[in-house]
């Protein structure tokens, strides 16, 4: 099985057809895709969220639903229920949250009262946490609030903007809250700001000095053939 598992795709940028992103993913050896499915309190694009699991269904793969929560302010409460909501609507196997600097700069208990409310509606639905690449550089955000939750941690590890983001450092920070064994990181596959994308060699690498975890990559859109090929070797 390819230690390189999965891939987010985004509707905000233009909703892809579900049968040609899902079948691309496959054909690269990937096993799930994660899709957008909200904006704060808002559930996105309802009907796109049955396509994509009726074309996933289809090809033996898992869906996920993840969304940013936050902007402009925290909203706890109605943002859990939205994920729920999300959830439901796209008949999802998995969630990713992604809460940044909105939850980490709030002078409220917005991850314990999030985390609080969306276990009430979910129970142990599996649930990764997605926010920035290592919390020794965030330490203001309540990480210990999602760990114990039960939220897997999901860390930003784009080596590709900070070399201080390379995976193996991430996951060394995330596994002070988060169960090791059920870390995930997320590879940046794009160019942003300037930083261009990690020359293949090394993307590959930082994936090889990591022993017993899966990886996924951001995003569909910006990720390029020869990565996913380059990634999906590893084994």
Same mark, same amino acid.
């Given at each position: ?8 795709? #985004?509707?905000?940028?233009? &909703?892809?057809?579900?049968? *040609?992103?899902? *079948? ?5 050896? =990937?096993?799930?895709?994660?899709? @957008? ?15 994509? &699991? ?40 998995? *969630? ?61 590890? #784009? ?5 201080? !983001? ?13 169960? %090791? ?16 994308? !990690?020359?293949?060699? %090394? =993307?590959?690498?930082?994936? &090889? @000095?990591?022993?017993?975890? &899966?990886?996924?990559? #951001? ?7 020869? @990565? ?8």
């Amino acid at each position: 099985m390819a230690r390189v598992s999965g891939l987010w795709v #985004y509707q905000r940028f233009g &909703r892809p057809d579900a049968d *040609a992103v899902t *079948a691309k993913a496959q054909s690269h050896g =990937l096993q799930w895709v994660t899709v @957008e499915a909200v904006e704060g309190t808002q559930v996105l694009g309802r009907a796109w969220l049955g396509e994509m &699991r009726r074309a996933t269904r289809e090809r033996g793969m898992r869906l996920g639903v993840h969304g940013f929560v936050g902007r402009p302010t925290p909203r706890p409460l109605p943002e859990a229920n939205a994920f729920a909501t999300a959830i439901d609507v796209a008949r999802a196997d998995f *969630a990713i949250v992604n809460a940044e600097i909105q939850y980490e700069t709030s002078p409220t208990p917005d991850s314990r009262d999030f985390t609080r409310r969306y276990r009430a509606l979910k129970g142990d639905f599996p649930t990764y946490f997605s926010s920035f690449g290592r919390p020794e550089f965030h330490g203001r955000l309540n990480w210990a609030a999602w760990g114990n939750a039960g939220f897997w941690g999901m860390p930003q590890a #784009y080596e590709n903007l900070n070399p201080k !983001l390379k995976p193996s450092l991430c996951i060394a920070d995330w596994a002070r809250f988060f169960d %090791r064994a059920e870390i995930r990181p997320t590879l940046g596959c794009f160019a942003e700001n300037g930083k261009p994308r !990690l020359p293949l060699a %090394r =993307l590959s690498a930082s994936v &090889r @000095e990591v022993t017993g975890l &899966r990886f996924n990559v #951001y995003r569909h859109g910006t990720v390029t053939d020869a @990565e996913l090929q380059a990634l999906s070797q590893l084994t």
